[in-house]
């Protein structure tokens, strides 16, 4: 009885959580580079989705090509395939450069007749530099704020609930950031506090970008009633690598803003965006008080007793040194005597 109740036998589980995650992004951050000059960056420049969804990514620092327009220029020299040539021959014309940025024109462009160059393309002009950020140009995205709503059920119970603490106080979401201590149930966290509980920090991270993982676990006893279902929120990176210096570190994408000029010209800013990419992972189980759990566990409890007590009669009676000492104790040899009488038969 006492393992029944420890390990709570006498309840029936539901572990298939169902479950609606919504954020929000809240913070300013301010950049001033040579490419685009003075910028504000509001959530509607660097969520990306927009919309709010368990799974979003933040810009913590670019690359930018500003004022591309379709034309000829000279490929990029680093980490191509198939983009370096020495004289006209080496690019044929309509030919795409394997991992390039354009289609080769025919002609080879080079400093001068004694060195190599790189093929002539068709594509957005100038081509993207290929460098890496030194530091993270949104330093001030270490104080935004997520706010995650978190809607569970568990449908064999038909129970239902929000991480949002019930509450009358009208400024507490304004006033609260998580801490485990002051404020467990506080659903809105900063990125600095959420990369350090990671065990990252948090202008490293955002420097080439990461992942982290944001659980949320849902454990619930409702035979206790629903103020003791509440979330517990763990932290953890999920790109960690063996090393720093790993081709695999790090986070990245692009993505262009194209615009057109007043005669109608096309053109485009190319970004290349490094950023923390946030999981936000649920996971839970409810459990409540069933008369069939409590049954086929009392029972299978007791033939766990019984067939325990075979067992060690076995073991004691034909394995151990003692053994006919143990069966001198556990038997009583009862003797039986036959008495024989003899009858004479005359036969005549």
């Known amino acids: 009885l006492a393992v029944v109740k420890i390990k709570q036998g006498y309840q029936e589980i539901d572990d298939a959580i169902q479950s609606s995650v919504i954020t929000k992004v809240k913070g300013t951050a301010v950049t001033n580079t040579s490419e685009s000059g003075l910028l504000v960056w509001g959530p509607e420049e660097y969520v990306i ?3 709010g969804e368990d799974v979003l990514f933040v810009v913590t620092s670019f690359l930018e090509t500003p004022n591309q327009k379709m034309g000829y220029c000279a490929e990029v020299r680093t980490f191509l395939l198939n983009g370096h040539c020495s004289v006209d021959e080496d690019c044929k014309k309509g030919k795409m450069v394997e991992s390039g940025h354009g289609v080769m024109s025919g002609k080879c462009i080079r400093n ?3 060195s190599n160059g790189t093929c002539e393309i068709f594509g957005w002009c100038p081509t993207e530099k290929n460098i890496k950020p030194q530091k993270p140009l949104l330093k001030n995205a270490e104080n935004f704020t997520i ?3 978190n809607f569970i059920q568990f449908p064999k119970f038909s129970f239902s609930k929000s991480n949002i603490l019930k509450t009358t106080d009208q400024s507490y979401l304004k006033k609260c950031r998580y801490d485990e201590k002051q404020y467990p149930y506080c659903p809105i966290f900063r990125l600095g506090d959420i990369t350090r509980r990671a065990g990252c920090n948090f202008q490293d991270m955002a420097t080439l970008g990461g992942a982290i993982g944001i659980v949320i676990q849902w454990d619930c006893d409702l035979d206790k009633g629903t103020s003791h279902c509440n979330p517990e929120y763990q932290f953890t990176r999920l790109d ?3 090393s720093n210096k790993s081709i695999a570190t790090g986070f990245n994408f692009r ?3 194209y615009f057109k000029n007043a005669a109608g010209e096309s053109y485009r800013s190319l970004y290349k965006v490094y950023g923390i990419r946030f999981h936000i992972l649920v996971y839970g189980k409810a459990g409540k008080f069933a008369i069939v759990p409590l049954v086929v566990n009392i029972g299978s409890g007791l033939a766990v007793m019984g067939a325990g007590t075979f067992f060690c009669d076995i073991v004691l009676l034909y394995l151990t ?9 556990k038997f009583e040899v009862l003797k039986y ?3 024989h009488t003899s009858t004479d038969v005359d036969i005549s």
């Open 112 to 114: 001068n007749e004694k």
């Open 240 to 242: 960690a690598t063996v």
């Open 147 to 149: 706010y995650i709503k």
């Open 49 to 51: 989705p927009p919309q």
């Open 255 to 257: 993505h262009a803003r």
């Open 321 to 329: 040194t003692g053994k006919k000492s143990y069966k001198d104790q």
């Open 337 to 339: 005597e036959k008495q």
